[in-house]
């Protein structure tokens, strides 16, 4: 790809990024255009349908919360790995607002562009619970589906007005329900809150 045909891509993207954390994954593709200041036929030959653009959008994502889990898991300890990758998940999936809702079905749909990438990150996840599992220090009766799960909910919290306040303390609950030892969802240190929307 030619430097000027990269740029402007990675323009676009940085574009629909925005959007989604404003307005949801629904966004028209109309809009973004508009707010990266090119037409419609720009913006599809870049990325020719809404899923061109998610996947794309989508992928750096899940490659870096797949790479923190593998770095978490050689420098924690496995409840603190787990925790703070559920963390670090549950706050970019509150950031891009209705993202749970599509990971959900491309883990179901193999034909999904997104299918792969949301297998290879719930497997991430799944590595790190059975880490923490082994060691004794989280339930037994869950396994990464359920993590996936709980990522979801949390995020929508944290999607909901009246719930947001709550969302970093609803985080802490539902950690130290998957710990053995309730004093472990506390990971030290200072951690940054999941985002909230007003």
């Known amino acids: 790809m030619r430097a000027d045909a990269r740029k402007n891509r990675d323009h676009l993207l940085a574009v629909a990024g925005a959007a989604i954390t404003e307005q949801g994954v629904d966004v028209s593709l109309r809009d973004i255009a508009r707010r990266a200041d090119v037409g419609l036929a720009t913006l599809l030959r870049h990325f020719p349908t809404r899923e061109a653009l998610l996947v794309a959008l989508l992928h750096t994502s899940f490659d870096e919360l797949t790479t923190k889990a593998g770095e978490f898991e050689t420098s924690n300890s496995p409840e ?39 297998v290879i990150l719930r497997a991430a996840g799944a590595r790190l619970l059975a880490r923490a599992q082994a060691a004794g220090v989280a339930r ?27 969302a970093d303390h609803l985080f802490d609950v539902v950690a130290s329900a998957i710990l053995t030892n309730p004093a472990s969802a506390d990971t030290g240190g200072t951690r940054p809150p999941v985002p909230t929307r007003s």
């Open 80 to 118: 603190a790995a787990l925790v703070s990758w559920l963390r670090d998940c549950v706050a970019w999936t509150t950031e891009y607002r209705g993202v749970t809702v599509l990971m959900a079905a491309a883990i179901e749909d193999t034909e999904s562009a997104l299918h792969a990438s949301c």
């Open 140 to 166: 037994t009766d869950i396994d990464g589906t359920d993590l996936f799960a709980l990522i979801a909910a949390l995020a929508w919290l944290g999607d909901q007005p009246s719930l947001a306040a709550r």
